[in-house]
Nanobody, 119 residues
Framework: QVQLMESGGGLVQAGESLRLSCTAS????????MGWYRQAPGKQRELVAR???????YYADSVKGRFTISREYARNTVDLQMNSLKSEDTAVYYC?????????????WGQGTQVTVSS
């Protein structure tokens, strides 16, 4: 069973910060990696940031230097700290978990949380 629950979205002004949190409930699977995606109106869902391990992170070029992804193993959460937000960051943000069992991998998604940045 895999369940992901996001929180922390909202409406902010350009230049402000938001912190998204994803609480994962995962049993029966091993975790390959977790991350955050976003989808703006009329656009495809895109990868924002991914964390594989404490030293293994990936960021989209558009958020490098502004966003930080972190994972707290004890609470099984993955957070996305978003600083210096821009209007183009407006989107629904989805938590993603890529998990494996019996040599097969699967993707799971949260329900999404809206982030709106006004300019």
């Amino acid at each position: 069973q895999v369940q992901l629950m996001e929180s922390g979205g909202g409406l902010v002004q350009a230049g402000e910060s938001l912190r998204l949190s994803c609480t994962a409930s995962i049993s029966g699977f091993s975790i390959n990696h977790m991350g955050w995606y976003r989808q703006a109106p009329g656009k495809q869902r895109e990868l924002v940031a991914r964390i594989i391990s404490a030293d293994g992170t990936y960021y989209a070029d558009s958020v490098k230097g502004r966003f930080t992804i972190s994972r707290e193993y004890a609470r099984n959460t993955v957070d996305l700290q978003m600083n210096s937000l821009k209007s183009e960051d407006t989107a629904v943000y989805y938590c993603n978990a890529n998990v494996r069992r019996d040599a097969r991998s699967y993707n799971y998604w949260g329900q999404g949380t809206q982030v709106t940045v006004s300019s």
